[in-house]
């Protein structure tokens, strides 16, 4: 936690799932928090709520404030970057995604568009935060659950909660490294100050490598059911399906295939730079399935 701290903080995006965590970590400091529905901000003493809508740029007004953490997605932030420093912003820690990574050879026309967009966004953000000598630092967090809102770890346990079952395509055994929000949270925290991640992109990824199988196995048996797995040949077009009928859709053949593809990047360096120590996949139990109100 950031201790004894009287300069406020700027959170943008106060009130997504890392949002939220950095907020409850900061209740020792003034926070500017930045949300699109200010409403669904906590009723903190130290907190300044304050409207935005990221595709309308910043208000015009008096500087905010010399840090700043966003967890609003990267393609959001860059065109913001030059307005944050004319407000006055001199350091900044962000949230992108090893997406980039991990699906830098999806077939996915839809997945390719996220990939580019991701990539365009870290180079501008980078760019121009040289240009503005605004020291950046960007934290790129693997398959994120602990909040109840997340499309992987979460979905996957309402199914489950739903079905009796989950499907799988192969052995699914692909590795996965799961990341708690709230060490998200704790980390863009301990970066904030450490001048040796200045102009540093890092991976972030939870305490376990499991495969696949392995971390399905995990959510069974934290909801108390016998391990269901059944293997679905046709998943990637089920998927595929699902993806082109349903709205705002992430799902892909691609989502099928990737189960059997490594997906742990963390590297260790951010434990050497900033003390990251993340926990163990669903030490919190039950909360860390559907939120910490479980």
Known sequence: MTEGRSTPLLVIGATGQ????????????????????????PNLRRLQPVTFEADQGLAAGPELTQQAIATIPV????????QLAEHGVQRLVCFSTTSVLGKADTGT????????????????????????ELALTILRPTMIYGSGRDQTIAAAA????????????????????????????????????????????????????????????????????????????????????????????????????????????????AAADFGYAPRMFLAGGIRDLFGPDQ
């Open 18 to 41: 890392i949002g939220d965590y950095i907020l409850a970590r900061t209740t020792d400091r003034p926070v500017m928090a930045m949300a699109r529905v200010p409403g669904r901000l």
């Open 75 to 82: 393609w959001l932030l860059a065109p913001l970057v030059d």
């Open 109 to 132: 026309s839809k997945e390719m568009a996220v990939v580019q967009r991701v990539q365009e966004a870290e180079t501008r953000l980078l760019e121009r935060s040289h240009d503005n």
């Open 158 to 269: 309402r199914f489950i909660r739903r079905f009796g079952f989950y499907p799988v395509y192969g052995t699914a055994l692909g590795t996965r490294q799961p990341v708690h929000a709230d060490d998200l949270a704790a980390a863009a925290l301990a970066a904030l100050d450490v001048a040796g991640t200045h102009g540093r992109i890092y991976a972030l990824g939870g305490a376990e490598i499991l495969p696949y199988r392995d971390m399905i196995d995990r959510i069974f048996t934290i909801l108390e059911r016998s391990p269901r797995m059944i293997n679905v040949p046709g998943l990637p077009q089920i998927l595929a399906t699902a993806g082109a009928l349903i709205p705002g859709s992430e799902l892909s053949a691609d989502v099928a295939r990737r189960m059997n593809i490594d997906l742990a990047f963390d590297d260790g360096s």
